[in-house]
């Protein structure tokens, strides 16, 4: 059997070897091409090192008191002994994903011995979630319909989650915005003067939950705004499509 032997590098660097026959396509790389592709992972795992220890250093800054002696010492030390390894030019691109393995754990290890002085500013771990910033929908139970980062789900039944492991004993408080248009937007205007709530949808974290908010009816428009939403009356709009409710969402009028 005739084929090519294909060097494929994963998330950690290593490089595994796989057998390919026909229906494929290659590009074949010089030792300049070769050693400028591995030279691009390396700096991407660094990136990603990087975006991990900004993450711990900001929950080392957040007020807080320490559970045990020497908390914020033990994380100071670990997190420099990281540095310093990873800019060591002889560091590979495997041991640099181990390095933010390593981050991530010493930020776990934080979070289990210290307490937020004020529950107004928790430690913000939303870097532990899959695609909090709604990029593509990895990581989630389902993928709604993605757009300016922004998901929808029209007309469907659906159960939108994902599952954190192995964190700390605490107090957690899920976050997120988003709302629904219960009926088509004439539905949404007479339930808005009626003072009723149609909403059937709600946000959950374990066994809590509590209802999103309906479609809100916003002001009207600037001008050049008003392809965003469908227009109810003069100065009442009800955000219809993604691109609408991301403006709505940055606005954060809609929490």
């Known amino acids: 059997m005739h084929g090519f032997q294909c060097r494929r590098k994963n998330r ?16 074949i790389l010089s030792g300049e091409g070769l050693q400028a592709f591995d030279q691009a992972i390396k700096d991407e795992r660094k990136a990603e090192l990087e975006e991990m220890l900004a993450h711990i250093k900001a929950l080392a800054e957040t007020p807080h008191t ?3 002696s020497g908390t914020d010492a033990a994380l100071q ?17 495997e041991a640099i994903a181990t390095l933010t393995e390593e981050a991530l754990a010493a930020g776990m290890a934080f979070l289990a011995e210290a307490t937020p002085k004020s529950v ?3 430690f913000d771990i939303t870097f532990l979630m899959s695609d909090a910033s709604l990029k593509d929908g990895e990581g989630w139970s389902t993928k709604p319909a993605i757009s300016f980062s922004c998901g929808e789900f029209f007309e469907k039944t659906f ?14 408080q899920f976050k997120g915005q988003a709302f629904q248009r219960p ?7 007479k339930a808005f003067t009626a003072g009723q709530d149609n909403v059937n949808v709600v946000i959950y974290a ?4 509590a209802k999103i908010k309906t479609s809100p009816l916003r002001h009207k428009p600037k001008t050049g705004r008003k392809r965003n939403g ?3 009356q003069p100065h009442r709009y009800v955000p219809n499509n993604m691109q609408a409710a991301t403006l709505l969402f940055r606005s954060r009028t809609l929490r």
């Open 12 to 27: 950690h660097g290593s490089i595994q070897y796989q057998q390919f026959v026909k229906g494929q396509r290659w590009v």
């Open 66 to 68: 320490e559970d045990a």
């Open 77 to 93: 030390t670990k997190l420099s002994e990281i540095e310093e390894k990873a800019n060591q030019a002889e560091t590979t691109t």
């Open 120 to 122: 107004e500013h928790p």
């Open 159 to 172: 159960d939108f989650n994902q599952t954190l492991t192995a964190l700390p004993a605490g107090t957690y």
């Open 183 to 189: 009926g088509n937007t004439e539905d949404v205007y």
């Open 206 to 209: 374990g066994d809590e939950e």
């Open 230 to 232: 469908c227009r109810l």
